[in-house]
């Protein structure tokens, strides 16, 4: 157990739809990404924040968008749904002071869209 | 941008043996951070191994060590004594130092499915 948790750990939606997925880091970890996992991208980067504020941003689409809150979990937002949306969401943790740089994963979520 | 090659998509090896997995990286940084994940039939990421790039000494961890060969931009990761806990995709990644302007975010290899053979 990584100690990063996710929910849902499945999600099945229609196109058109909007879900959120939510993340929770490790225990004094101050920032959070993500990930998406498909077979036709492989493991892509989408977004990190760092103790509340958006540092990165890397192949994530307009209609997705995140958050992290003060108590620094995060969730993801997708909206109007694709079929080639389905993919398996990670979200990873790690502290990012001084020279601590692990990355610790969720158990992801899978959201299915038909 | 940093890219991470890994050209071997499987790889097979018999319990008790030892297996190498490739990987090479592309990079204009001195200073930078790589990885060795494991992704079981769970689906979980798991760290298996670290290196920082100012360290000459190539990382350990039980049956699991690295040969990193800076020059070449070359990550591979040696797996002793296979068990067959140890079928998994692998996928190496690389990290830029810390608080650089690009995050800190992994770029990930398009992995090598292991498999362990009795």
């Known amino acids: 157990d990584s100690g990063v948790t996710q929910t849902?750990?499945?999600?099945?939606?229609?196109?058109?739809?909007?879900?959120?997925?939510?993340?929770?880091p490790r225990s004094g970890d101050l920032s959070v990404y993500?990930?998406?996992?498909?077979?036709?991208?492989?493991?892509?980067f989408l977004i990190q924040y760092y103790n509340g504020e958006e540092?990165?941003?890397?192949?994530?689409?307009?209609?997705?968008?995140?958050?992290?809150?003060?108590?620094?979990h995060s969730e993801l937002n997708l909206s109007s749904l694709e079929l080639g949306d389905s993919a398996l969401y990670f979200c990873a943790s790690s502290v990012d002071l001084g020279r601590s740089y692990e990355q610790y994963f969720g158990p992801g979520t899978r959201l299915t869209v038909t | 941008a940093q890219t991470v090659t890994q050209s071997q998509p499987e790889m097979s090896v018999q319990e008790a043996e030892t297996v190498t997995l490739s990987c090479t990286y592309d990079t204009s940084e001195s200073d930078y951070y790589l990885f060795w994940y494991k992704?079981?039939?769970?689906r979980q990421m798991i760290l298996v191994i670290r290196q920082?790039?100012?360290k000459q000494q190539n990382a350990t961890e039980n049956r699991f060590s690295v040969n990193f060969q800076k020059a070449a931009k070359s990550f591979s990761l040696k797996i002793s004594d296979s068990q067959l806990g140890?079928?998994?995709?692998?996928?190496?990644?690389?990290?830029?130092p810390i608080l650089t302007g690009g995050g800190n975010k992994l770029t990930f290899g398009t992995g090598t499915q292991l498999k362990v053979e009795l």
């Open chain 2, 39 to 42: 992704q079981p039939p769970s």
């Open chain 1, 55 to 72: 540092r990165a941003k890397g192949n994530i689409l307009e209609r997705f968008s995140a958050q992290q809150f003060p108590d620094l």
């Open chain 2, 52 to 54: 920082e790039a100012y």
């Open chain 1, 34 to 44: 993500w990930y998406q996992q498909s077979l036709d991208q492989g493991l892509q």
């Open chain 2, 86 to 96: 140890d079928a998994a995709m692998y996928f190496c990644a690389y990290r830029s």
């Open chain 1, 8 to 24: 849902p750990k499945h999600l099945i939606t229609a196109t058109g739809q909007r879900v959120t997925l939510r993340c929770s």
